[in-house]
């Protein structure tokens, strides 16, 4: 890893990041987040419709510190996703009986 250093600018590192060819990419539209004064645990799972039950198909497990990075990681990249492609609608009233499927908060 290297750093380069701006004047009035904390360094950048630079990462090399490994992807394995193999490396499937899971589909999500449910996820359940839980805690414990040390961990952050996300599972993420998949509910299809007039199916009552979701299988998860990841877990992840981070520090408080690291989930809330990636909440501030998230924010941003919404951000710039909705200045490319227009505002994300959600539903006013977050989740709907009439319409399982999807993300709580």
Do not use: C, W
């Amino acid at each position: 890893m290297s750093a380069k250093k701006q004047a009035g600018q904390p360094a950048q590192m630079h990462l090399n990041v490994e992807l394995p060819a193999n490396l499937e990419a899971i589909y999500s539209n449910f996820a359940l987040i839980t805690h414990s004064p040390s961990e952050i645990v996300i599972d993420f799972a998949r509910m299809l419709p007039n199916v009552p039950k979701a299988k998860v198909y990841a877990r992840i497990l981070m520090t408080p510190m690291n989930a809330k990075l990636l909440h501030q990681a998230l924010g941003e990249n919404l951000g710039k996703f909705e200045e490319q492609y227009g505002e994300i609608k959600t539903p006013k009233h977050g989740f709907h009986e009439e319409r399982p499927i999807g993300f709580k908060k």
